[in-house]
């Protein structure tokens, strides 16, 4: 089918009556960023006047004490000293005499032995010792000695029977003199004269 748009040429109408307010539309979106503006001017560069001191403050508390650092190295030895002045023993006075000890602990029994009425000495060229006879102690064991010659003009002769043949240290010399003072005082010394002794080997 087909049609057709008519328009009629009727008189013009009177203006209506103003309508009612529409309801407000929806935001819009943000716009873009503008472009940065220009840079202002320079600062002044004219500083201000300094200030007045400000009175000093109150001491503060005493701090707690730190730990204790690590020990150091060992220092070197030091060098030995010169040696000392030898003291004289008259120099250095005594002292004051110690209080006396206490008393010591009570020793050991006695051991009960039959001494014969004469003690006599016995003597052996072997490595051994010689025995006692039956019912004799020994006493002591030592070296025999037989005698003593001095500047080979004077000679003593001990008898091997006597217990003064058996000495207790062998003493390649051991001659003494002694002599009187003239004060009732006896001296002893160590005789310098050459002297030889015999012993039973």
Request: charged share 15%.
């Amino acid at each position: 089918s087909s049609g057709i748009n008519a328009e009629y040429g009727g008189a013009k109408g009177e203006r209506g009556t103003p309508g009612n307010p529409g309801t407000p539309g929806r935001s819009g979106n943000d716009g873009r960023a503008g472009p940065p503006g220009p840079s202002g001017p320079p600062g002044s560069t004219s500083g201000g006047q300094a200030g007045a001191a400000g009175a000093p403050g109150a001491p503060g508390a005493k701090g707690n004490r730190g730990v204790a650092g690590p020990a150091g190295i060992n220092g070197i030895k030091g060098i030995q000293g010169p040696p000392g002045k030898s003291a004289d023993i008259n120099d250095c006075p005594a002292g004051a005499k110690g209080d006396q000890g206490p008393p010591g602990y009570p020793g050991e029994p006695g051991e009960s032995i039959q001494l014969n009425p004469y003690i006599v000495a016995f003597h052996s060229q072997r490595t051994e010792y010689p025995k006692c006879l039956d019912g004799m102690t020994e006493l002591w064991r030592g070296y025999s000695f037989m005698f003593i010659d001095v500047d080979n003009s004077n000679k003593w002769t001990q008898n091997l029977g006597d217990p003064g043949s058996c000495m207790l240290n062998f003493k390649p010399e051991f001659f003494g003199t002694c002599s009187d003072n003239g004060n009732g005082e006896s001296t002893c010394e160590r005789n310098i004269d050459q002297h030889s002794t015999m012993w039973l080997s």
